[in-house]
């Protein structure tokens, strides 16, 4: 099992950025992907981002070049950085590792964007 602890969450003007945090109780070199979701008011949970344990990323397409996924190994950290904030994008964001044939959520961290 991984425990994973995000943090990061809250309120910014469209426009601004955050970056959220999900911190992983072991390594990232034995997790095969980390993700990101969110889940908006009346909405069912969607995909945002994701890295594979090679490095490749993958994103939908509303965020593209708006959110990246840097991590830090030492710290068993993945980051979602968020810039150019749109309301559209007010929602609880969950981290998630995916390994071996299993994965493990994040406990959500609510961002809301304000015009």
């Known amino acids: 099992q991984v425990q994973l602890v995000e943090s990061g969450g809250g309120l910014v003007q469209a426009g601004g950025s955050l970056r959220l945090s999900c911190a992983a109780s072991r390594s990232l070199f034995s997790i095969n992907a980390m993700e990101w979701y969110r889940q908006a008011p009346g909405k069912q949970r969607e995909f945002v981002a994701s890295?594979?344990?090679?490095?490749?990323?993958n994103y939908i397409d509303s965020v593209k070049g708006r959110f990246s996924i840097p991590i830090d190994i030492i710290k068993n950290t993945v980051y979602l950085q968020m810039n150019s904030l749109k309301r559209e994008d007010t929602a609880v964001y969950y981290c998630?590792?995916?390994?071996?044939?299993?994965?493990?959520w994040g406990q959500g961290t609510q961002v809301t964007v304000s015009s």
């Open positions: 998630n590792a995916k390994y071996r044939n299993t994965s493990d």
């Open positions: 890295r594979r344990s090679g490095g490749s990323t």
